[in-house]
């Protein structure tokens, strides 16, 4: 069974910084895509960051030059790291693994950018 378990978010200040992180277990040890959304209140999930099984990644419109998705392929953990928040950066982020097209995700970890 996949267990995907995301950590790290929290109250930060406009201008701040904090690092999410994300654990995969239970999806053997083939390396796969794993990669970041998030919701905000009243919105849509929308796509923050991707890594793909090369190393590959892709960012948001709204988070390229903030973000960064960093993995760790014998952890299986994948982290991203957040500077310069902004308050439109607020809502909760989601991590995900793809197992050969099957999206698992986790609970989610809310983040608040507010002063």
């Known amino acids: 069974q996949v267990h995907v378990v995301e950590s790290g978010g929290g109250l930060v200040q406009p201008g701040g910084s904090l690092t999410l992180s994300c654990a995969a277990s239970?999806?053997?040890?083939?390396?796969?895509?794993m990669g970041w959304y998030r919701q905000a209140p009243g919105k849509g999930r929308e796509l923050v960051a991707t890594?793909?099984?090369?190393?590959?990644?892709n960012y948001g419109n709204s988070v390229k030059g903030r973000f960064t998705i960093s993995r760790d392929n014998a952890k299986n953990t994948v982290d991203l790291q957040m500077n310069s928040l902004k308050p439109e950066d607020t809502g909760v982020y989601y991590c995900?693994?793809?197992?050969?097209?099957?999206?698992?995700w986790g609970q989610g970890t809310q983040v608040t950018v507010s002063s």
């Open positions: 890594k793909s099984v090369r190393g590959s990644t």
């Open positions: 239970g999806s053997g040890s083939s390396i796969q895509p």
């Open positions: 995900y693994i793809n197992l050969f097209g099957n999206l698992f």
